[in-house]
């Protein structure tokens, strides 16, 4: 594993889970598997008199010894809580100080690479199967995980003909091939405009390896998946095929589920292999992983790269166990933003909206820091004025927020523009979509809908006005 000066077995294991799973749990499985650590030592007996017992937690060259405190001997029924509450403030405390700040607020693009090669193949010159953006803003806390489908057509710098390029264009996961993840990080920074500092790559053998150590996935699975051509290790094929309905997958199965093709399209399986990914980071985060270290270590060292050092990965660490699962999105280019194309070969290719791409991933990085910019918008004009409605609808998607209908409402006379809460969990939103357009949250109703198209709807009064400022 190629990340300098070796660190610990848990750092290891952090920095595949954070980068290579997607889940941006490293900062949460440093944590929990410490207090985990730390309740063990709490609960060991001591002789009397003897100090109390502490947790030496070592990173690199910073090395820190924390205490698990016990003023007296606990015999009530609340005793258990105490000490678990110290714990965690102990804990937590060791994580703001000993782990290293990030430096800077510049957003921090981590892209995330998936090589598919057999066990006797090198890596060099081998294409990506999987490319994923992982983007995070230091100063909002939040994050967004973006899926690249590996058929885009796009231009990849200084390719020429011998790498298969014509005109300097090839899929994007030849980028890969031709230069290794350095050459991948340009070819996105050059056809998106994301500037991309650092990478992870892993091989799908240690990905199967690691689900198996955890003990597999649980994964719920929507849609019937049906393959009769999945590839396999001996350059055959063989049918797969996952029915709907919650499932516990091993390696091998959650490596197929997330990499098949055939039954449907490559949006399809990016959506699917985002569903892993969660289901991953839930699986990690219910597990004690202290007593899998060493097997789980040996895998990563084994199977993951990346150009981060040991300390910024411990500085990030530290910024995403501050990361509210709420502020973290999910984004797959998928056919609203490429249109299908035969190449001179007749290959099926993807024809890339750069500049759509470019909003949906701002976008996604936007609703990501502003969680209440999520929830469904529907613009209804009860005003009487024509094309109001479609103004104010105009004013919230430049605001960020998610537009889905405009139409007119089932009268013309509303003196006062309303705000309805149609579906749960959206007050939040409802609040703040009032206070960008001023109106007072009087306005706000709660109108429960079974089933809504939209979570929230606004109906457009005689007293609207477009914000101008």
């Not at 516990?248 to 892993?276: C, I, P």
């Not at 910019?373 to 109001?388: I, M, P, Q, Y």
């Not at 889905?404 to 409402?409: E, H, P």
Request: aromatic fraction near 6%; glycine fraction near 8%.
């Amino acid at each position: 594993m190629s990340i300098g000066r070796a660190g610990p077995p848990l750092f290891t294991i952090l920095v595949f889970w954070a980068f290579v799973l997607g889940g941006l749990v490293f900062g949460a499985i440093f944590v929990s598997n410490w207090r985990v650590l730390a309740m063990r030592v709490e609960a060991t007996p001591r002789a009397a008199g003897a100090p109390p017992p502490s947790v030496r937690l070592a990173a690199g060259p910073v090395s820190v010894t924390l205490p698990v405190t016990a003023s007296a001997p606990q015999t009530t029924a609340a005793a258990p809580a105490k000490a678990s509450s110290q714990v965690a403030s102990s804990i937590a405390s060791v994580v703001k100080t000993v782990l290293p700040d990030w430096q800077g607020t510049d957003r921090v693009n981590v892209l995330l690479l998936g090589i598919d090669k057999r066990d006797d193949e090198p890596i060099e010159g081998t294409r990506s199967d999987t490319m994923m953006l992982a983007s995070i803003d230091p100063v909002s806390k939040s994050a967004a995980l973006v899926s690249l489908p590996r058929d885009m057509w796009v231009n990849i710098p200084g390719c020429g003909v011998r790498a298969g390029c014509s005109g300097g264009q090839q899929r994007i996961n030849v980028a890969h091939a031709v230069g290794g993840p350095e050459m991948a990080m340009q070819t996105v920074t050059a056809d998106f405009g994301i500037p991309l500092q650092y990478y992870a790559r892993v091989d799908f053998r240690g990905f199967e390896q690691m689900i198996n150590a955890v003990g597999g996935v649980a994964i719920d699975v929507d849609w019937p998946v049906k393959d009769d051509e999945y590839p396999t290790a001996d350059y055959g094929y063989m049918r797969i095929y996952f029915g709907p309905g919650p499932q516990l997958m091993d390696g091998a199965q959650a490596l197929e589920y997330a990499r098949s093709r055939h039954g449907m399209n490559d949006f399809a399986r990016a959506g699917r292999q985002q569903k892993v990914i969660l289901a991953v980071r839930n699986r990690v985060l219910q597990m004690d992983m202290l007593s899998r270290a060493p097997e789980l270590a040996g895998i990563a060292q084994q199977s993951v790269s990346t150009n981060l050092s040991p300390v910024q990965m411990l500085a990030l660490a530290k910024l995403v166990s501050q990361i509210d699962h709420e502020r973290i999105t999910n984004l797959v280019i998928d056919a609203s933003y490429v249109r299908p194309f035969v190449g001179d070969d007749g290959a099926d290719l993807l024809d890339p909206d750069i500049p759509a791409i470019k909003r949906a991933i701002a976008n996604a990085e936007r609703t990501a820091a502003h969680p209440e910019l999520r929830a469904r918008v529907e613009v209804l004009n009860g005003s009487g004025t024509a094309g109001l409605g479609q103004r104010a609808a105009d004013f919230l998607s430049a605001q960020g927020f998610n537009v889905v209908r405009i139409a007119a409402a089932e009268r013309t006379d509303y003196t006062s523009s309303v705000v309805q809460v149609l579906g749960s969990d959206t007050s939040a939103s409802a609040r703040a979509l009032a206070e960008v357009l001023r109106m007072p949250e009087s306005a706000i109703s709660m109108e429960p809908t079974d089933n809504p198209t939209a979570d929230i709807r606004i109906v457009v009064g005689r007293d609207f006005r477009v914000p101008t400022s």
